[in-house]
T-cell receptor, first 114, second 113 residues
Framework: NAGVTQTPKFQVLKTGQSMTLQCAQD?????MSWYRQDPGMGLRLIHY???????DQGEVPNGYNVSRSTTEDFPLRLLSAAPSQTSVYFC?????????????FGSGTRLTVV | AQSVTQLGSHVSVSEGALVLLRCNYS??????LFWYVQYPNQGLQLLLK??????LVKGINGFEAEFNKSQTSFHLRKPSVHISDTAEYFC???????????FGKGTMLLVSP
């Protein structure tokens, strides 16, 4: 019963490098989303998906791409990393519109761009 | 658009005191509301949620929150806090057809001996 798994837990990138943050869930949840957490800003939505093949932008999508080819996986891609993308990234999943169980969050990826 | 305002970025109390963390929301549809706690260098843990059932919601670790529709509030309280309650607390409202969350900026609670 893994829940939501994020990898890696820590990453240091140089400006201009690309990378993919992985997110996988084993609960057959329809909804998945990515957030970034910055001090004093709370968590802000980057991209989200309501099902396989369907994605949409959140509040802060610039510089990030996503795809959802399967129900289980929702990777977040940084095409050309910038210092402003230094943050802690959380992936979350949930099912249905009933929301009776809230959202399940991964343990986060701490990204530093130098 | 839905939004969340948490009043007070930092709250300091003594162990055993009552604590009240304030959250006001705006939503164009009946909201689902949540409180999450984040301990230092950890992920988010669900404290409690309101999903249109009873207005007084009881959560884990002795926390409770009351949904007030007329005041658009969902304040979190605990009658007697412990040092281990030191953490950051986030209020959130469901958005995008209930598929995502909009978070407040958080309130850091410091409980001293």
């Amino acid at each position: 019963n893994a829940g939501v798994t994020q990898t890696p837990k820590f990453q240091v990138l140089k400006t201009g490098q690309s990378m993919t943050l992985q997110c996988a869930q084993d609960m057959n949840h329809e909804y998945m989303s990515w957030y970034r957490q910055d001090p004093g800003m709370g968590l802000r939505l980057i991209h989200y998906s309501v099902g396989a093949g369907i994605t949409d932008q959140g509040e802060v999508p610039n510089g990030y791409n996503v795809s959802r080819s399967t129900t289980e996986d929702f990777p977040l891609r940084l095409l050309s990393a910038a210092p402003s993308q230094t943050s802690v990234y959380f992936c979350a999943s949930s099912y249905g519109q009933g929301m009776s169980n809230g959202y399940t969050f991964g343990s986060g990826t701490r990204l530093t761009v130098v | 658009a839905q939004s969340v305002t948490q009043l007070g970025s930092h709250v300091s109390v003594s162990e055993g005191a009552l604590v009240l963390l304030r959250c006001n929301y705006s939503s164009s549809v009946p909201p689902y509301l949540f409180w999450y706690v984040q301990y230092p260098n950890q992920g988010l843990q669900l404290l409690l949620k309101y999903t249109s059932a009873a207005t007084l919601v009881k959560g884990i670790n002795g926390f409770e929150a009351e949904f007030n529709k007329s005041q658009t509030s969902f304040h979190l309280r605990k009658p007697s806090v412990h040092i281990s309650d030191t953490a950051e607390y986030f209020c959130a409202v469901s958005t995008h057809g209930y598929s995502t969350l909009t978070f407040g900026k958080g309130t850091m609670l410091l409980v001293s001996p």
